[in-house]
């Protein structure tokens, strides 16, 4: 049912070595699947004394579209799961990782590596406004993201500058993102004109509510609506101070704003209805 999944050719039965469904079936945080499949219900039942899950090689398109409803949880909603990079350790690689797309810890963390911590050495546009905290709570994700993206350069992939960790490692990096703070509001990244970029693409979308932006959809009535606007509540006047103090500018697609209305954004998002993840929260 899987690549790497084990078949045992004397008893024509597999061992479950997909690492979402081990994951999911083992009652781990970082991984959901539709518990409700007969794939599902079948490993649970076939659960060996090792803790080993096995099914017979008849079952396996059962098991395959249990697979298929397996998804991870990064640490943040704007972090990618990228299924197709392998992770690597002592020979063995498995997939897939999740990609940093946190501004502020990306350029708190690649400036650290800048200064010779660890072996990894990396180059970019890092904001010296980007600022965590290394403590106890924290090092436990920073040693998440050294290992995860050791992990994929020995497997090939990657780019330079690019940071990844396991998706089982999301909650200790959580705890790191919850010690950065940066001068744009919340996850938005800042770039090296002192403009900050907008992170959320509903947020996008809010200020940009145009026809046939991802997630409008058309009721029967004609009206079409937009799921994925983040429907924030806020004041006509906060909004067009960003506007004209923060020079907001572009679409849905990408938008910027100047760092001086940081605060003021973060006073927008605090009132979205799809909620906007925030380090500090």
């Known amino acids: 049912a899987g690549d790497r999944d084990l078949l045992q050719k004397s008893s024509l039965r597999c061992r479950v070595v997909n690492k979402l469904a081990v994951g999911f079936l083992n009652g ?26 096995w099914y017979s090689v008849s079952d396996m398109h059962k098991i395959a579209f249990f697979y298929s409803t397996c998804a991870p949880s990064c640490a943040s909603s704007i972090d990618t799961y990228e299924p197709d990079i392998a992770s690597c350790d002592h020979g063995v690689c498995d997939g897939g990782v999740c990609r940093v797309r946190n501004g502020v810890a990306l350029g708190w963390y690649r400036r650290m590596k800048k200064k010779g911590v660890g072996s990894m050495f990396f180059f970019g546009g890092d904001s010296k406004g980007d600022v965590c905290v290394e403590n106890p709570k924290s090092r436990v ?12 350069e020995k497997g090939g992939k990657g780019g330079e500058g690019q940071v990844f960790y396991n998706p089982e490692d999301a909650r200790q990096v959580s705890l790191f993102y919850s010690t950065c703070h940066g001068q744009c509001a ?17 947020v996008r979308i809010f200020f940009d509510p145009v026809p046939h932006a991802p997630g409008d959809v058309q009721g029967r009535n004609g009206v079409s609506r937009n799921v994925l606007n983040a429907q924030c509540q806020v004041s006509n006047s906060v909004i067009s101070r960003i506007r004209t103090e923060g020079k907001l500018k572009g679409d849905w697609r990408h938008m910027t704003y100047h760092a001086s209305v940081a605060h003021l954004m973060r006073d927008v998002y605090s009132t979205c209805k799809r909620h906007v993840p925030c380090p500090a929260e």
């Open 28 to 53: 781990e945080d970082w991984v959901r699947c539709a518990d409700f499949t007969r794939g599902a219900k079948l490993l649970r039942s076939r659960r060996d004394e090792a803790g080993d899950y």
């Open 141 to 152: 994700g920073i040693q998440a993201l050294d290992r995860g993206t050791s992990a994929v």
């Open 186 to 202: 919340c996850l938005d990244a800042l770039r090296s004109d002192g403009d900050c970029e907008v992170q959320d693409e509903g």
